[in-house]
């Protein structure tokens, strides 16, 4: 199996690498995105209109239908006990990590938050009431509880909803409840999946509506979250995890296929090298070989680094930052030795930018500090990490007084009839004494 690897190394030379780099876009996004008009995107719609008009009973009826389990609308939020009980029973070494990570995420969000600044003209406020979405796989997902509700509590947000379906014994996986807990958040309902993207949206009867909606998820998650956009805020679309890793000739062979394989088990998730090394291109090929072997998830990636992966070699750097700005990856590695700092200086288009061979993907997904929650499917080029700052909103601050008024009356009253809007102009002359003559 691990022959067919061979495939993924393209070289510039040939006729077909640009093709084999959109070929991994078209494959992650259509990995994101319904077709419009397709059975999925109609099945959606169809979630979305029912939940709309119908709330708790549809809530409650896509629940079972989804993940199996019967609840009652009153059966959808964890209790205060439970709460309390998980975050009890929680290993006491894995809740001084969890505190750490919080640290470590709080101390980051509150340097980068711009929300306290004293500028004029503009008052930042931050967003009343927000909804988080965790997904809920087979194993305990705090990482993605910490990254969206940290940030959110640092702009000053007041009300957090999580939602994560019941894929854990009927519930959520304790872990979670616990970090909930930890974090002071106490509205934690047990649902999941495009119903719950819409209950927070729309309301129910038992579900206050939010302002906006984060966090990740699959492609129901994601698709709900795009088509309530407008009545509710959101952070981005966001499909596969990406990795793109620029290696220089002093690159470490076996960490660069490592980090590869860290997003590719994923399964979907996209890995991707671009070198000016064919040496290192080579290696990193034969470690990949070597390092599959040993996943119990073998088949998976290997099927996944053939669709979503590639080690392309390019002629120089320049070339590769060039199309490393095009590729807008979720997360940019850079193993260059000395010059890694410089090169992400060059890189305007990423996630997330990883400098150095000691930092991992990993580092920034559990504890540096950033959000994990990133933009993907080259949506880098106009979506940004989350932060602190996307749970603010703008209010611009005007006031004139009686002489500025004065001053630009006759401009104001010209561009308001130049536009046909009379009263606009009016409004102007009522107040200045010369215009008003």
């Not at 070494?93 to 709080?106: M, P, Q």
């Not at 014994?169 to 309902?189: D, M």
């Not at 129901?220 to 309530?228: E, F, N, P």
């Not at 150095?356 to 950033?370: I, K, L, N």
């Amino acid at each position: 199996m691990s022959k067919e690897l061979d495939r993924i190394l393209v070289y510039s030379s040939s006729p077909d690498w640009y093709q084999r780099i959109r070929e991994i876009h078209k494959l992650i996004r259509r990995a994101t995105y319904f077709e419009q008009g397709s059975e999925q995107d109609k099945s959606l719609r169809e979630i979305l209109k029912n939940v709309s008009k119908h709330k708790d009973r549809a809530v409650q009826e896509y629940t079972q239908r989804f993940d199996g389990v019967k609840l009652s609308p009153e059966q959808f939020r964890i209790s205060q006990g439970q709460l309390k009980r998980a975050h009890k029973d929680i290993d006491i070494g894995l809740l001084k990590l969890v505190r750490e990570a919080i640290c470590n995420v709080r101390d980051y969000q509150s340097r980068v938050f711009v929300g306290g600044s004293d500028i004029s003209g503009i008052k930042y406020t931050p967003v009343k009431r927000v909804g988080i979405c965790v997904p809920g796989a087979s194993a305990p997902l705090a990482s993605s509880v910490i990254m969206t509700a940290v940030p959110a509590q640092v702009a000053g947000v007041e009300q957090i909803a999580l939602v994560s379906p019941p894929r854990y014994k009927g519930s959520i996986h304790p872990v979670i409840l616990a970090v909930c807990r930890e974090l002071k958040i106490n509205e934690v309902y047990r649902i999941g999946g495009a119903q719950a993207v819409a209950a927070l949206a729309f309301g129910t009867e038992t579900i206050e509506p939010v302002n906006k909606i984060v966090g990740p998820g699959n492609q129901w998650v994601q698709m709900a979250k795009k088509y309530v956009f407008g009545l509710v805020g959101i952070d981005s679309i966001a499909g596969p995890s990406e990795v793109l890793i620029i290696a220089g000739d002093s690159a470490r062979p076996g960490w660069v296929a490592a980090d590869m394989l860290s997003q590719a088990e994923h399964a979907p998730g996209s890995a991707v090298v671009f070198t000016d090394s064919e040496k290192l291109a080579q290696g990193v090929l034969q470690q990949l070989k070597k390092q599959v072997k040993e996943l119990n998830r073998q088949k998976e990636t290997v099927d996944c680094l053939l669709r979503f992966g590639g080690i392309f070699v390019f002629k120089n750097m320049d070339t590769i930052i060039t199309q490393a700005n095009q590729f807008s990856a979720e997360h940019l590695e850079i193993h260059c030795g000395k010059k890694s700092q410089e090169i992400a200086k060059r890189i305007d288009d990423a996630g997330a930018i990883f400098v150095g061979e000691y930092t991992p993907v990993a580092v920034g997904d559990y504890w540096a500090g950033p959000s994990h929650t990133l933009p993907t499917g080259q949506t880098a080029k106009f979506f940004s990490a989350l932060s602190a700052n996307d749970f603010l909103k703008s209010t611009s601050i005007v006031e004139y007084d009686k002489n500025k008024l004065s001053a630009s009356a006759s401009k104001i009253i010209r561009l308001a009839q130049v536009e046909g809007l009379d009263a606009h102009a009016k409004s102007v002359k009522i107040r200045d004494q010369k215009q008003g003559k």
